[in-house]
């Protein structure tokens, strides 16, 4: 089994910062690929980021927020980060960190969920 807890949402205005952390702890040989994704009310679960963990240590960013979003991991605490710049208030969202073997898109190919963190961007 693999425990994820995210960390780091809250309030911001417009234009700030905020840096979510997700550190997970269990069975690291059941995931290879940890991700971030948002829901908005009344929207679906979209992923936003991710970082493959073995090999190349690849990660990817989403085209909605390219340069103003980046992912990193630091292998020494299991912990995933999403550091978010320049937020905008269509940034609003409940985001979760996810886990899986695999890093497919869609949330359906990720068996491991944290509870998620509230991000509240206002103008």
């Known amino acids: 089994q693999v425990q994820l807890a995210e960390s780091g949402g809250g309030s911001v205005q417009a234009g700030g910062s905020l840096r979510l952390s997700c550190t997970a702890s269990?069975?690291?040989?059941?995931?290879?690929?940890m991700a971030w994704f948002r829901q908005a009310p009344g929207k679906e679960r979209e992923r936003v980021a991710y970082?493959?963990?073995?090999?190349?240590?690849?990660?990817s960013i989403a085209a909605p927020v390219q340069g103003r979003f980046s992912v990193s991991h630091d292998r020494s605490k299991n912990t995933l980060f999403l550091q978010m710049n320049s937020l905008k208030v269509e940034d609003t969202a409940m985001y979760y960190c996810?886990?899986?073997?695999?890093?497919?898109?869609?949330?359906?190919?990720?068996?491991?969920w944290g509870q998620g963190t509230q991000v509240t961007v206002s103008s």
């Open positions: 269990g069975d690291t040989d059941n995931y290879a690929c």
């Open positions: 996810a886990a899986d073997l695999r890093c497919g898109p869609a949330p359906y190919v990720y068996d491991y």
């Open positions: 970082f493959y963990l073995r090999g190349s240590r690849g990660f």
